[in-house]
């Protein structure tokens, strides 16, 4: 009876002993063993490992891309202007061994670096390339961060800006700003096509003054556009020199050309001032 109690005290500590020493790793992880305090070389693949109880520490380690926000950070840009701009990380374990033993926690680390860099990329860039020109400055931020990141044994993946923050007053002033650039393109254009038609026009004035008839033509199309509307008056054009012809015919006088028409200031002088031997 004190051999079946013996063998069965053993059965029992080495089932104990099993199942203490026997480890599960899942597909998405690494295993790194610390064997009396020392980092062993090997890594535990996915699947049933065994340990040596009491001897073997196993740490697991994550090897899935990880999405970390960087928190919104205030800085000044190169052209003094304030914004609030928050990003994102992606980034992998690489190497599980040096992530574990190189750094103490490796994801607080990248997101302290990630956003220091943050901020220095605001302090280096102008407002204008955080608003428009994001893909080299996300770049620069990967580049700030693998280099630190390639030691702990983590690769960075992407790096993107998500949004810039502006205060409202320079809200208001870019809007002033684009409404005026609007203005300025609609004055330009308004302007172009009054050049265009003044050009279209004095070929016209050209064509109908080699030939007289079409001007009356063009009369007699205004005459029925404006006929067409259904008006009660009709205003027509009527020559100046026709007036003055009628004019000389009635007095019998010669019609002055129109220059001769006001008199000189000289001779208007003269005739002001009488002469004294006249006056005698």
């Known amino acids: 009876m004190e051999m079946l109690y013996a063998l069965g005290s053993l059965l029992v500590l080495a089932g104990v002993g099993w199942a203490t020493s026997a480890r599960v790793v899942k597909q998405i992880e690494r295993g790194v063993v610390f064997r009396l305090g020392r980092a062993q070389q090997e890594l535990r693949r996915p699947g049933f490992t065994m340990i040596i109880p009491v001897v073997d520490r196993m740490k697991r380690v994550n090897v899935q891309v990880v999405t970390m926000p960087v928190p919104a950070q205030d800085g000044i840009t190169?052209?003094?202007?304030?914004?609030?701009?928050?990003?994102?990380?992606?980034?992998?374990?690489?190497d599980p061994l040096r992530a574990v033993v190189q750094v103490?926690?490796?994801?607080?680390a990248i997101s302290q670096v990630a956003q220091t860099s943050l901020r220095s990329i605001i302090g280096k860039s102008e407002l204008d390339d955080l608003l428009s020109n994001r893909e080299h400055l996300n770049e620069g931020l990967e580049v700030m961060l693998d280099n630190p990141a390639a030691s702990w044994g983590v690769e960075i993946d992407r790096v993107e800006i998500k949004d810039v923050a502006l205060p409202e007053t320079m809200k208001r002033s870019?809007?002033?700003?684009?409404?005026?650039?609007?203005e300025r393109r609609s004055r330009i254009i308004t302007a172009d096509g009054e050049y265009q038609a003044s050009q279209r026009l004095s070929e016209a004035a050209a064509a109908m003054a080699s030939t007289p008839a079409a001007l009356q033509l063009r009369l007699l199309q205004t005459m029925v556009e404006v006929a067409a509307e259904k008006n009660s008056t009709l205003v027509l054009p009527f020559p100046v020199e026709m007036l003055r012809y009628f004019e000389a015919i009635a007095t019998g006088t010669p019609a002055s050309p129109r220059n001769e028409a006001l008199p000189r200031p000289e001779a208007a002088a003269d005739g002001a001032?009488?002469?004294?031997?006249?006056s005698s």
């Open 78 to 94: 190169r052209d003094n202007v304030t914004v609030r701009v928050d990003a994102v990380v992606y980034f992998k374990v690489m």
């Open 104 to 108: 103490q926690d490796y994801e607080f």
């Open 174 to 182: 870019m809007s002033r700003q684009a409404e005026a650039e609007r």
């Open 273 to 278: 001032i009488p002469n004294e031997h006249e």
